[in-house]
């Protein structure tokens, strides 16, 4: 753990510079939203280190001034955007205050190490902040497509009624029809029978692939990796098309030669089409997991009289577990969102989830697509999470994070 430093007061000169440049940053994007750029740089920035400058020369009360930066933004936020405004200064006033102090009383060096350098300060929270943009960019897309889902009328656009938080702008009939429409309710139905199929399939195929692979001894063992992650690499039309040719011969064996029902069969195209999408993210986990394996367990194992299945299903398969789930999760969000692949080896039978979103699109624009983005993004964050914890876990099985 990093030592903490004793906290020093920092002079003026260092805080007013830097609160007065975010403050210039968030008037930036209000003064753009008026108009003027320029203007909203210059007044942020004057009036955020203005009230910082108050608030340590002056008024020498933290308590009191994090409710007076609260008020002070949010009255002004109030008087030029209403409602969401208030919100949206009564935050930023916090977080004005908060930046304040955390630079005036030094906060920001206790729990670092107290050699580090101002560059090394500077850099430690630049990479942090360039992080957090980074997260800002990829994530901020979805925030309107949340927020719309909850529209009260038929529209892809904020009505004025949502844009000032009137509850009457709002509703849930757009997921409502989710789940009670046919459409919808059918193709959800397919997702989750083709998705935890092709997930179990993907697991087995590619653990035992990647236990394979991990033996020194396998010749061609770098070529053999490159073919089966090959579908993450190959352009996903490109892999469609060739899916296309080769499972419908398949198809016609099954139907023509063996009886087998053309519905079956093509669920049977499509499962199997996703497996070879799922089966490299297995491959990548599970390999990443047995590079902290110790191989003289199984040696041991094998030993003490084990046979091959029981090594592995006692031994190997408890440590790479977390691996293996890892791997089928990412399996099951690929089968679960693919669509272009399903286009070209499915039929309107097997009508996945993404594939009705991508009709709905195309054919009649229902704000019920974007209802269902936001439950396919909750779900996404569930199963990422779930990521997140197996590979702590994992790291921890292995000795490389402290528990």
Known sequence: MAALTPISRK??????????A????????????????????LIGAALVAAMAAFFILVLKNEGLARWIAIGGIALLGLLFAGVPGLVLGAVFGLFFWWLTYWLYEGR????????LTPMQVLWHYTFRIICGLIFFFLVAPLVPVVWLSFNAQDFFTFTPEMLRFDPEGYSLKHYRDFFTNDAWQRSFKNSLIIAPIATVISVT???????????????????????LISPMIVPLIISAT??????????NFLENQLGLDKSFVGYVKVILAHAVLGIPFVIITVTATLVGFDHSLTRAAANMGAGPVTTFFRVQMPLILPGVI????????????EVVVVLFVGSAQQKTLPWQMFTGLREQISPTILAVATILVAISIVLLTVVELLRRRSERLRGMSPG
Do not use: C, E, K
Not at 108 to 115: D, G
Not at 208 to 224: D, M, Y
């Open 326 to 337: 890892s791997g089928g999760l990412f399996a099951f969000i690929t089968s679960f969102d």
């Open 205 to 227: 195929l590619g653990t035992l692939a990647a236990i394979g692979l991990s033996q020194s001894h396998v010749p061609g063992r770098r070529a053999i990796m490159a073919i």
């Open 242 to 251: 060739g899916m296309f040719f080769f499972y419908s011969d398949i198809g």
């Open 11 to 20: 002079p003026l000169g260092f805080v007013l510079p830097v609160v007065a």
């Open 108 to 115: 920001y060096r206790a729990r670092l190490l107290p050699y």
């Open 22 to 41: 975010a403050g210039g940053l968030l008037g930036l994007f209000v003064g753009t939203a008026n108009g003027s750029g320029l203007a909203g740089i």
